[in-house]
């Protein structure tokens, strides 16, 4: 298999978009174009998930394609829920790395913001079991929360602990200028004061308000190319150096140990065997924090933290930039927003600013090894990517 | 007659899925519908719950009680949970009604009570 590289990213901003689902995916992509210094695309991937529901379009890929001008260039899009944007990258990766293609655009898009809050709602709960789940009024939050409570009845997690990674990731995302959150908060206002149960309800207990991520629009894009097409960029090579990928049960009660992320265990260990590496070499990483207690969680099965250990390394401030093992210093999907389809490659994005070192005020320093995790479901679908620095 | 939920057990291997897959996740047998419709216990153990506010339209209540609960055989299922203090690990029992509509479409699923 070839070396695969990222030559290109763009981002919108993750807020409520004015212009349509195609123009949504088609402006980051041309970010990414302008990025590398390159026009020529072999092939697109979109990944979206909510299209023909929420927005009433399908052949989302055609659309894009064309409004790029790109044709006659192969085009499809990839829809895995939540995980939609790492599994086109995935795709992606699999097309140059295969020497099929030589240069791959992957740009994702969602435009969940054209319905309210309650039929965005609805729509993500569509991911759930039919027969065993969806009938009952169950919902992500309502997963998220039933596992929460299980987890902080065995390891001692804490409505505090899941307020700290609200605040460290929201007040990240007030250095992401693309971030949808852009509101200073701390555990006081959300947590400890008298008006925090007003400021804060609870969503499906015990999650709050401010443990979920907010409904976004937006759109982001990578560019994936060959090391022949890479070295004649002008721009710090990246690689892509691990993609790993794995299911779990469909309905959440089935998996044996209800306190496990197995899907997440291994899509890590995928990516990490694939690359060469391991947790421990990891410099910085945007893991899938729909909910607060998803970060916690995922920094154990990934392998950073002893699993019960995650909200200790917390409650040390390893996990916040400047920490020795900083998580989403974009804002994370908590601060930056969860347009579900870009989600994935949004998180790319920012490991690609990373690694490059030009990530502003929210660089973490010399980071050489980054690594994404993106969870679709309520963890039946998981994809993990490992990026690298240089060659 | 009281109303049942069913899980299916592999003629094979005799192992129980709930919900039902069209492959035996155990054995590996794929014979279509090679599974016995076996009615799931009514009584259990609370394993998890929550109380969601944030509801899909068809829920004209301001909250709404979910549960997985541990029934007795082992198997464990998702359901609603009609409990004013939940506790977990407490017992709880079943009742097979009607959990959604969906216009005039009544959805019959498990609701679970103090037992
Ligand atoms: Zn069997």
Redesign the pocket.
């Known amino acids: 298999m070839r070396s695969v590289y990222v030559i290109g990213i763009g981002i919108t901003s993750f807020t409520r978009l004015e212009y349509p689902l195609s123009e949504i995916a088609a402006y980051p992509a041309m970010m990414a174009m302008k990025d590398a210094g390159r026009k020529e695309i072999d092939h697109l991937y979109v990944a979206n998930m909510g299209s023909g529901r929420v927005n009433h379009q399908t052949g989302l890929a055609s659309a894009v394609v064309d409004t790029l001008s790109l044709t006659p260039a192969g085009a499809e899009a990839i829809e895995n829920g939540p995980a939609s944007g790492a599994s086109a990258i995935k795709t992606g990766y699999m097309a140059v790395a295969s020497g099929v293609h030589d240069v791959v655009m992957v740009t994702g898009a969602e435009r969940m913001r054209e319905v309210n809050n309650l039929e965005a709602t609805e729509f993500v709960a569509t991911l759930t079991h039919p027969l065993a789940e969806y009938i009952y009024g169950v919902t992500l939050p309502s997963l998220a929360a039933m596992f929460t409570r299980l987890y902080m009845e065995k390891y001692g997690v804490t409505e505090r602990h899941l307020a700290m990674v609200a605040v460290k990731n929201q007040n990240n995302a007030l250095k992401n200028e693309f971030a949808h959150l852009q509101q200073e908060i701390s555990i006081e206002g959300i947590l400890d004061s008298p008006e925090a149960m007003t400021n804060n309800p609870y969503v499906a207990e015990p999650l709050r308000f401010f443990d979920c991520c907010p409904v976004s629009d937006g759109g982001a894009c990578v560019i994936l190319a060959s090391e022949e097409v890479a070295r004649k960029v002008e721009r710090p090579l990246v690689r892509l150096a691990g993609v790993g990928q794995a299911t779990d049960t469909h309905a959440v009660h089935e998996r044996e140990e209800p306190t496990d992320l197995l899907a997440v265990r291994r899509a890590a260990a995928k990516s990490f065997e694939m690359a060469g590496l391991a947790p421990s070499d990891v410099d910085v990483a945007e893991l899938h924090d729909a909910f607060t207690i998803l970060e916690i969680v995922e920094s154990e099965e990934v392998g950073f933290f002893p699993k019960g250990e995650g909200h200790l390394a917390l409650e040390r401030g390893e996990t916040a930039i400047g920490g020795t093992l900083p998580i989403n210093p974009s804002g994370g999907l908590k601060g930056r927003g969860h347009p579900v389809g870009a989600t994935g490659i949004a998180q790319a994005h920012e490991i690609v600013h990373q690694l490059r070192g030009d990530a502003g005020e929210r660089q973490v320093k010399d980071a050489k090894v980054g690594f994404t995790c993106n969870f679709g479901g309520f963890g039946n679908n998981v994809v993990c990517l490992t990026f690298v620095r240089g060659n | 007659m009281a109303r049942e939920i069913y899980a299916y057990k592999?003629?094979?291997?005799?192992?129980t899925h709930y919900p039902y897959r069209m492959v035996?996740?155990?054995?590996?047998?794929n014979e279509h519908n090679?599974f016995d419709q076996v009615p799931l216990p009514k009584r259990g153990k609370l394993l998890t719950w929550t109380r969601a506010y944030s509801l899909p339209a068809d829920f004209e209540v301001p909250s709404l009680g979910l549960a997985i609960v541990e029934l007795e055989n082992g198997i464990r299922m998702t359901g609603q949970l009609r409990v004013d203090d939940p506790r977990m690990g407490m017992d709880v029992r079943g009742e097979v009604e009607i959990v959604r509509r969906e216009g005039y479409d009544e959805r019959y699923g498990m609701v679970f009570y103090e037992a």
Not at chain 2, 10 to 15: A, D, P, V
């Open positions: 592999c003629r094979k291997c005799g192992h035996c996740k155990s054995c590996g047998e090679e």
